[in-house]
């Protein structure tokens, strides 16, 4: 009887140990999140995207340094006198992980700025083992005793690409084999790319000089090939949205993601079997490419936003079609899709722009301010206040509390007899009224 009972009381004891061992919460590991912040202030206009990592040491960096950049532009620039000349910070990013978990971060900070002669650019990077926790420098990449030859090819590409801007004794000064002199680089699958200051190499270019080095020709110590990002499949069928054209219909929009946050603003839309259009950035496409593709299994409506949120209504025809084009071009190899329409940032619209673009162009009719007003009912009031039927909802899926907030609108604006349509649709329902009255 004893014995029974201590073998009862070992076979608990263990399959205690296996449950616990189920249970005992493991060490999550977080995905990187691309965080935005966008501000359209009466002195000036800010938008600024960047990686967070979860490696604590790398993101307090980060954030110090993009901290240093809003509060030096502000001290410098940001009090223009009309909406149209007001100051424009953009930081944009490039982020790659290797498969090893080495962390290669590069923002690109650019000023727009009627006080300076041509926009200003500069670049930050940064390296991290993502195992060791530790940062990287120039000479945990390569081999030391073959740097001579990375040398001589960014002195080729140099002298190739900006010959008419550089002054051949500033590059034989700036190109040493010293790991030093080249403190600002970054890679991806593809290439390794050097970054120098204009101001190093000529006086007047008015671009940072980039050089691009394809990987399979560099003396590297580590490999930085990529994991094949995983292909999340959506369960479940959704069906199509089927529209009465004679009754009251409404657009909800989100701009400036995808984000950290898209994915559960979908899944409250599909929780109340409802559509929306979301207007993205390219820039954030390929990190969150399983968002976009469930959103487009759930017969959501993807639009352009341009590639980095730069104020499209003043740029050059280049770099407005550049920042357009890139954004299409993106969507179509990462998610095979092509949206129609363009939503301009800042809501800034001009004649450049419609003449250069084939999408059409889309603003909105009701703004809920969610990016000033952190109050989620205040949110949900401008929401579902006096809607109007065929009005466009303007939001951000960038938001924790926008996602709240929306939880709340869809019920509210349902029980005051709206149909929820894509942009897509808001068109098509226009075009059938045409021939239909509306009840
Ligand atoms: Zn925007």
């Known amino acids: 009887m004893k014995k029974k009972g201590i073998i009862i009381l070992g076979l608990f004891i263990i399959s205690l140990i296996i449950v616990s061992c189920f249970l005992c919460p493991k060490k ?71 498969e090893d978990k080495v962390i290669s971060i590069a923002l690109t900070v650019y000023i727009h700025s009627y006080k300076l002669q041509y926009p200003s650019w500069h670049i930050k990077t940064y390296h991290f083992n993502g195992k060791t926790e530790k940062e990287m420098q120039l000479k945990d990449l390569f081999q030391e005793e073959k740097f001579g030859t990375v040398i001589d090819k960014i002195r080729t590409m140099m002298m190739e690409e900006y010959r008419d801007s550089i002054l051949p004794e500033n590059l034989e000064q700036l190109l040493s084999d010293d790991f030093i002199h080249y403190p600002y680089f970054s890679f991806d699958q593809d290439y390794f790319y050097f970054y120098f200051p204009e101001e190093v190499l000529a006086s007047d270019y008015p671009e940072m000089i980039t050089v691009k080095l394809p990987i399979e020709e560099l003396p590297l110590k580590i490999k930085l090939s990529k994991n094949k990002p ?89 770099s407005l079609k550049e920042q357009v084009e890139k954004t299409q071009q993106i969507l179509k190899d990462t998610v095979s899709y092509q949206p129609k329409y363009l939503r301009p ?25 969610d990016w000033k007003i952190k109050n989620i009912d205040r949110i949900v009031e401008k929401a579902t206040t006096n809607i109007k039927d065929g009005d466009i909802i303007l939001m951000h899926d960038i938001f924790e509390r926008s996602a709240k907030a929306l939880d709340k609108i869809i019920p509210i604006l349902k029980e005051q007899g709206f149909q929820f349509v894509t942009i897509s649709e808001l068109e098509e329902v226009k075009k059938l009224r045409g021939y239909i009255q509306v009840e």
């Open 28 to 98: 999550e590991e977080k995905k990187t999140e691309i965080m935005t912040i966008v501000e359209d202030n009466p002195d000036a206009v800010i938008s600024i995207h960047y990686p967070k990592t979860h490696i604590q040491r790398l993101d307090q960096k980060i954030e110090s340094d993009i901290v240093k950049q809003y509060i030096s532009f502000y001290e410098q620039y940001g009090n223009s006198d009309y909406l149209m000349d007001r100051d424009e910070l953009n930081i944009d990013y490039q982020y790659y992980e290797t």
């Open 230 to 318: 995983k292909q999340v499949q959506t369960s479940g069928k959704i069906e199509e949205n089927i529209i009465d054209p004679k009754k009251p219909v409404v657009a909800l929009t989100f701009d400036d993601g995808p984000s950290a946050y898209t994915n559960e603003i979908i899944e409250i839309l599909k929780k109340y079997e409802v559509c929306a259009t979301f207007f993205v950035l390219g820039n954030k496409v390929e990190d969150y490419q399983d968002v976009l593709r469930k959103s487009i299994a759930y017969h959501n409506e993807l639009g352009n936003h341009s590639y980095n949120h730069k104020w499209l209504s003043r740029l050059s025809i280049s």
């Open 345 to 369: 940032t800042y809501g800034s619209v001009n004649d450049r722009i419609r003449k250069n673009t084939d999408l059409k162009i889309v603003l909105w009719t009701v703004d809920t301010k």
